[in-house]
């Protein structure tokens, strides 16, 4: 009888609600997470992102609740890969009152841009803003310092009337190269490279790629004073800090020179420098100093990130609630070996869909894996919770959202790159784990829309996809030993596990999903 009783026990709306949505939705599970994908790179569109950070009302402007007066007083510059999208953008909206532009921009965007269909991200006809292309390969180049020195130039000639938007993207510490003289574009480089090849970190790089940068580190902002200086930033780096992100031109950053002397010393490269580094680096001292009576940044300079991981996974979750799914964000920070991240991955899956209580030694191994893939023990707790209650109750399917950026640790000479792996990967953790209909399913894609050297930005597996190789003679471990994702994703059932998304025009880094059917209720 009570087994009857609890058939009819009322359930909560939502969760009643929750259970029709997935019959509502005819898609399959694959289709659905490339629809939720799709819908993360449209939210961090170059264009579209600037539009919702621009309010304009006849002479004024608001951005990030501060208004700013125009007077045919306002000037841009911009560098990256997204910047000409955002440019078109604020040309729209400003009119006339953009008196002066200067962009740099990668080597061939004008053209991939018109030859993809993309001309709503193009300037138009007799444009104020001029276009610099340059960086060929993401590498800083002549083209690239001639840009930066030509915006240099304009930031330099403002006066405390005029109002200088700064836009920058992803690949902007290549397109602004301006080392400071007597140093070259190639000591430079060879610099950061020894660094680099040394092992030092991104921040180590960073600092010392300041001390001998021109507009890097807040020089921007300092050549552009008493101007007022307003920066919108699309973010590829993790946490979005504003220092790192094309080191930080907009951003005050003191260089202090025992800082940048003893990151050399501890990598042993003083011996090895050229006269003109040695030189600059001698000469050093706090950039910000230079004018005791500049005003703090705060008052001159507004930095605001209107383009994000975080961002796009928002707008990923509200289209995947619509399609059918409960959406949970783990993190917008993942990070770590591939292979540490798959094994969460593949964890959470059998975490949320064992038929019974999972054993502890699951959430165990989670959170000792947390530090190793930069998740805090808080986020995994929590979405522990989400998935455990998602078992319990029965509420339907679940979309485990995440982004970040990974690495590869390359041992083989194989095409592929990070997402098209960590995806090969968790079809390997979800082996055996298969529930109807068709899941769980996961995705890894950059939002970049390229992932490595290949046409894909990611790809899509499942718990089938080692029974799948198998039946074609295909040894998943040799393509994974050979770093060869995108070969074997290609072989498999005709490439169909591949996200080719073609050519997006932005990056927030990676988006990874985990899309878990619903988990029919076990009734005692």
């Known amino acids: 009888m009570a087994r009857v009783l609890s058939l009819f026990r009322p359930q909560p709306l939502l969760t009643l609600l929750s259970r029709l949505k997935p019959a509502l939705c005819k898609m399959s599970m694959d289709s659905r997470a490339r629809e939720v994908f799709s819908t993360a790179v449209e939210a961090v569109q170059p264009d579209t992102v600037v539009k919702q950070s621009i309010e304009r009302k006849e002479d004024t402007v608001i951005i990030d609740g ?43 965007i004008q053209q991939t841009l018109q030859q993809n269909g993309k001309g709503h991200l193009l300037l138009k006809e007799n444009s104020s803003i001029k276009v610099m292309e340059g960086a060929k390969n993401n590498l800083p180049d002549g083209d690239a310092q001639r840009a930066a020195e030509e915006i240099k130039l304009l ?17 902007g510490s290549a397109l602004l190269p301006a080392p400071i003289p007597p140093v ?10 020894k660094l680099a090849g040394a092992g030092a970190t991104i921040q180590e790089l ?70 003109s580094v040695k030189d600059v680096l001698a000469r050093q001292s706090p950039r910000w100093k230079e004018n005791k009576d500049e005003s703090d940044a705060s ?49 959470l899956a059998r975490f949320a869909c064992s038929p019974e209580e999972p054993p502890p030694e699951i959430a165990a191994e989670v ?16 979405t522990m919770q989400v998935l455990g209650e998602g078992r319990a109750e029965g509420w339907g399917a679940t979309c485990l959202l995440a982004g970040g950026e990974p690495t590869v640790e390359l041992t083989g000479k194989g095409r592929g790159g990070r997402n098209q792996e960590l995806a090969l990967r968790v079809g390997l953790e979800l082996k055996g784990l ?31 996809l080692y029974a799948e190789a198998q039946s074609q003679g295909l040894d998943i471990h040799d393509f994974l030993v050979n770093n060869d994702s995108y070969t074997f994703l290609s072989h498999l059932s005709a490439g169909k596990h591949l996200l080719v998304p073609g050519l997006t025009c932005t990056n927030v880094m990676d988006v990874h999903m985990l899309l878990i059917p619903a988990i029919p209720i076990k009734i005692s």
């Open 367 to 382: 959170l000792r894996l947390g530090p190793e893939v930069g998740v805090e023990s808080w986020d995994l707790c929590r």
């Open 66 to 108: 501060r208004k700013f007066t125009l007077k045919h007083n306002l000037h841009m510059v911009g560098f990256g890969k997204a910047v000409l999208g955002m440019a078109a953008q604020v040309e729209k909206i400003m009119g006339d009152h953009l008196v002066k532009g200067i962009i740099s921009v990668p080597n061939g």
């Open 206 to 275: 960073n600092t010392v790629r300041r001390a001998l940068s021109f507009l890097k580190g807040g020089g921007l902002a300092h050549q552009a004073h008493p101007a007022q200086v307003v920066a919108l930033i699309l973010s590829d780096v993790i946490g979005d800090p504003l220092d790192m992100i094309a080191s930080g031109p907009t951003v005050r950053s003191e260089v202090w020179p025992e800082e940048i002397l003893s990151i050399l010393e501890r990598y042993k490269l003083l011996p090895s420098l050229s006269a």
């Open 299 to 347: 008052g001159h300079v507004l930095n605001v990130v209107i383009g994000s991981n975080s961002i796009a996974l928002a707008c990923a979750g509200r289209r995947a609630r619509e399609l059918g799914f409960r959406p949970v964000v783990l993190s917008p920070g993942v990070c770590g070996d591939v292979r540490s991240v798959s094994r969460l991955y593949g964890l």
């Open 434 to 464: 298969e529930l109807p209909p068709n899941g769980p399913v996961f995705l890894s894609g950059g939002t970049d829309g390229q992932d490595g050297p290949t046409e894909a930005a990611g790809a899509i597996t499942d718990g089938g």
């Open 184 to 193: 070259s574009l190639k000591e430079k480089l060879d610099v950061t490279r």
């Open 155 to 171: 930031a330099s000639e403002l006066t405390e009337k005029d109002l200088l938007l700064v836009l920058i993207s992803g690949g």
